[in-house]
Structure formats: C-alpha cells, structure tokens
C-alpha cells in the first residue's frame, strides 16, 4: 500500500470539508457532492469522489495573450466578482492561499463584460484559525546514517519533504535542526520540487525515466549520506494574503504580463550561485 496513503486521504477530507463550508455563491464553482465508493469487504474508501459542477469554458488566463491585457470593461467585471467570491469565503473564516488566474473560470466560450467567472481549485484552501504560512530563513546540513528524525512530504501537493519528531540527542537535535524544517537536498540532489513518494498514476511511473521520489531515494542509502535543511519557521498570515493575490491577478489581466518575474529569476540565481 501507498505508505502516504492515509495522509492523502486526510488531505482530501479536508478540502471536500472546505468545500462544503462555502457553497451557496455564484462566482465559487459548485461542489455537487462529495462521495466514498467501498471495495466489496472492506471499511477503507478505495475511492473519493469530489462531484463538481460542469463549466463551458476555460481558465481566464487561457483569454490572456502575452503582453497584451484584457479590455478594461472585462478586467472590472472579472474583479468584481472574484472579489465578491472571495469575500464570500472570508465571511466563513476560510482563505483560499492559491488565487491566479489559472483558478478563475470563464463560463462561456467568449469573455465579455457579463460573462459570469468561478473561482476554482481549493486544494490548499484552509479554515484561517491556526492555520500558518512558511518561510525559508536560513540553511544548515547534517551527516552520517542515524540522523535522529522522521521524514514527512512537506507541501499538500504531495512534493517536498520535511522533518518530524526529532530524537532528544540525535544529530539532528545536536546540529540544532527543529521540527518543519524542510529538506533541500539530499547527496547534493535538490528534492524540493520532487514528489516525496512515487505516483503510479503518472505516466512515465515504474520505468527508468519516470520520474523519481524521494522515498526512493532515501529507501537507496546504504552509507553515510548529506542533507541540507531550510528552516521554515511558523507565521501567522490573515486574509491580506488572497487579497494580495488579487491584486497580483489584476496586474497580470490588465498588461498580459506577471510582475516581479524579472525580480523572481535573479533572486534564484543569486541562491542558485
């Protein structure tokens, strides 16, 4: 069995009880029904089944050509209610933490001004009351084979690892590594973006150019090895950050362009170097 399997099914009852907590608004796409299919003779769902409605239409950044932005009368329609969408989740202390304009749905084939958007995708959507946002503030590495803690995938994509439950007088502990700090590489192989298992749904999965997990790396060490960690201290963040996130899709619908990308790519290669 899929040794995240439990965390991947706990991850998706927290979306689907999202869901359900901000139904009832024209611009959030409609969650018809959220249903568990059984095998014959067991107790665990082999099946989550998350029934949305069906939109004619397409991604708003699919409307948005490079460099050119979209007419003026359509941007304030769009912004109109995709803000009262997102008002309407803030209402029920729920913040969607992934607004773009990959996630707003054109429904029709044109866009117009009275063409009626959804805001979609709430995979990483979270009630606000304890929930926290990360950021990376500092780096150290760690040797040897008994490293002192457990390894969990570190982001709800599924990518990413990070420590959990470090050994009182372990080298992790010696070394001053904590609890959430997150695994960068691993024998110099960056693993950040890398899937913290592998997923046989993928295509390419189970060959040689499939692509490949961290478990599989880490299940492949039989000698001293290195790790790098980024700490990713705890931080509380309010609903300022979907707003940000709209002003950021306002940019891009009206110039047809992302901002700070330029600012974005030199400051990965001043960490890359």
Not at 167 to 180: K, M, N, R, V, Y
Not at 209 to 231: K, N, Q
Request: with cysteine; glycine share 10%; aromatic share 6%.
């Amino acid at each position: 069995m899929d040794p995240s399997c439990d965390e991947k099914i706990a991850s998706i009852r927290k979306e689907t009880e999202v869901l359900m907590k901000i139904q009832g608004h024209p611009n959030i796409c409609q969650c018809l029904g959220c249903f568990d299919a059984f095998r014959p003779g067991t107790s665990q769902a082999q099946y989550i089944m998350i029934v949305m409605e069906l939109i004619q239409g397409g991604e708003l950044a699919s409307f948005i050509r490079n460099g050119q932005g979209l007419d003026e009368q359509i941007v304030k329609s769009v912004m109109k209610q995709t803000t009262e969408g997102i008002k309407f989740i803030h209402d029920r202390d729920v913040v969607h933490r992934d607004l773009k304009v990959e996630n707003i749905l054109v429904c029709g084939a044109d866009i117009t001004p009275t063409t009626p958007v959804k805001v979609i995708d709430f995979g990483v959507a979270k009630p606000l009351t304890g929930t926290i946002a990360r950021s990376c503030v500092g780096t150290t590495e760690i040797m040897e084979a008994s490293p002192g803690f457990g390894i969990v995938t570190q982001r709800p994509d599924g990518k990413g690892a990070m420590v959990n439950g470090i050994e009182p007088g372990g080298q992790a502990a010696h070394f001053g590594i904590g609890d959430g700090w997150a695994i960068s590489h691993i024998n110099n192989t960056e693993v950040l973006e890398m899937p913290f298992v592998k997923d046989f749904n993928e295509i390419g999965a189970g060959t040689k150019r499939g692509v490949t997990a961290i478990a599989e790396i880490l299940g492949s060490l039989d000698a001293p090895f290195t790790m790098d960690f980024v700490e990713l201290p705890k931080r509380e963040f309010s609903k300022a950050l979907d707003l940000w996130s709209l002003g950021v899709s306002l940019y891009v619908m009206l110039t047809g362009k992302k901002p700070f990308e330029d600012t974005f790519h030199g400051t990965l290669r001043c960490l890359k170097a």
